[in-house]
């Protein structure tokens, strides 16, 4: 989504950085205070099955206002895409689709809004030929003549919100009605939503498709769109509400904020399902709540195209890596989403660059599949530690039975490990357990190493032990 704010991903990056080395030590296990053990002496990292945390849904990305430019490709360009983008056997394993929903006078304007249903089924479609099966659908706007200020742009408020009114009149129905509509449209085409959200970061006003909500606000609307989606006999549930950060900050209201206010309201929380955030102004550094799955629904760098892993900068795959591993471990987040999981952009706003027939996957990509190919839907998170601070660890069990351990070294010598706590395994690499590992770094993607376990410097070491 090209905006105003976008600059605030390097702010963003400060403050994760930041939040990362106050909390590293709780988060990520002992010894993450100062660096401990020697290069060459194997760092122990220990998983503990029994300690269950957050359940996973998975990874993905939005296509909203590129879809367009996909769907145009040749088919074989366009199945060439989607096995990148959905495969989990050879791909980055994306289970997730983010869809836009409202605001749009034309369907396939690509600059002003993301259109209504039918321009995004092909996508849809498309993610299921993978076997993916949660789609989810997002407001940027309600129509110009629903607001306060009677545009699509610009922000404004929906007619008859509390402190709001227009000559036109109260329109909290029929805006809800309106997206009852977009979702059943998806459904009659074999695309059932799991959630609609109806706002896309309230707390601005860009000049694009968008609308403002305050938390009350937002609370107050959640039962109209509840009742909408139920007259029409839909299982959808509703998003609530996709702020452009994750925390509450001075004068500005963060996820946590509207998390409160709809959860906080029963004839809200009824209806609710997911919460979400985004991380532009705030990463997921801590737990909305622990009563609905939370999703870190969009983030991205919007620097010049940069397919590096580790140069530095906010949009390399080292970086990431990073923040994908700490949304999962500190933020408790059950999914997390890219912006555009490919596009014709020359910045760093998606995974995946299209120019014609040439198609190039950054390194951030291979830090999304490094998690998203072996960490499926259904997964759980466990407890896991490490003795060594410049080792970033998480660790999970799937359905299926296998565990996967991340670990991310953010040293700069290579470091041996001994992997302790999984079934059958415990020792320090080959496949005591029937481990299988995989290297991501400057050099490497997702490529399979073997012989005792060891992580290069600057690098993630992603192990699959066991499964059926």
């Known amino acids: 989504m090209i905006r105003q704010s976008r600059k605030i991903r390097s702010v963003s990056g400060v403050v994760a950085v930041v939040a990362l080395a106050a909390g590293l030590a709780a988060a990520f296990g002992p010894g993450a205070a100062g660096a401990t053990g020697a290069a060459g002496t194997p760092a122990v990292v220990t998983v503990d099955p029994g300690q269950v945390h957050q359940a996973v849904d998975g990874f993905g990305f939005s296509e909203a206002f590129r ?196 959860l906080g309201d029963p004839a809200a929380a009824r209806y609710v399902n997911l919460v979400t955030g985004h991380g532009y102004t705030s990463p997921p550094s801590v737990p909305l709540t622990s009563r609905r799955h939370a999703w870190e629904s969009e983030w991205a760098d919007f620097g010049t195209w940069d397919p590096a892993w580790d140069d530095g900068t906010s949009g390399d795959g080292f970086t990431w890596a990073s923040d994908i591993q700490d949304a999962l471990v500190r933020g408790d987040v059950s999914a997390f989403c890219y912006w555009w999981g490919a596009s014709n952009s020359t910045a760093n706003s998606d995974l995946i660059r299209v120019q014609g027939p040439s198609v190039s996957l950054s390194k951030r990509y291979w830090a999304f599949a490094a998690f998203g190919r072996f960490i499926r839907p259904g997964a759980v998170r466990l407890g896991v530690s490490t003795d060594n601070s410049n080792l970033r660890v998480s660790a999970f069990r799937d359905a299926d039975g296998s565990e996967v351990t991340e670990i991310l070294n953010a040293g700069t010598t290579d470091q041996p490990v001994t992997l302790r706590g999984l079934g059958g395994g415990g020792g320090t690499g080959g496949s005591p357990g029937g481990e299988s590992a995989y290297v991501t770094n400057s050099s490497d993607s997702l490529t399979p190493v073997s012989g005792p376990l060891t992580v290069p410097a600057r690098s993630l070491l992603t192990v699959v032990t066991g499964g059926e």
């Not at 089924?121 to 607001?147: C, I, M, N, T």
């Open 67 to 262: 879809e367009p430019v996909i769907s145009s490709l040749p088919r074989a360009e366009i199945q060439r895409i989607g096995a990148d983008l959905f495969s989990a056997k050879d791909g980055a394993g994306m289970s997730i689709v983010r869809f836009g929903l409202g605001g749009a006078t034309d369907p396939g304007d690509p600059v002003n809004g993301p259109g209504d249903y039918s321009d995004q089924l092909w996508l849809g479609h498309l993610a299921e030929e993978y076997g993916v099966r949660q789609f989810y659908a997002d407001a940027w706007s309600a129509p110009a003549r629903d607001k306060t200020n009677d545009s699509l742009d610009n922000g404004g408020y929906l007619c008859g919100s509390p402190g709001e009114s227009c000559a036109s009149g109260d329109a909290r129905a029929a805006y809800a009605a309106y997206l009852a509509g977009q979702a059943a449209g998806f459904a009659r085409n074999g695309i059932p939503l799991e959630a609609v959200d109806f706002v896309n970061e309230p707390e601005i006003g860009p000049d694009y498709a968008s609308m403002e909500m305050t938390p009350g606000q937002a609370a107050n609307f959640v039962p109209y769109l509840g009742r909408a989606l139920e007259a029409a006999r839909l299982p959808t549930r509703v998003a609530c509400c996709d702020a452009e950060g994750w925390l509450n900050s001075a004068g500005f209201d963060g996820a946590q904020a509207y998390t409160s206010a709809v």
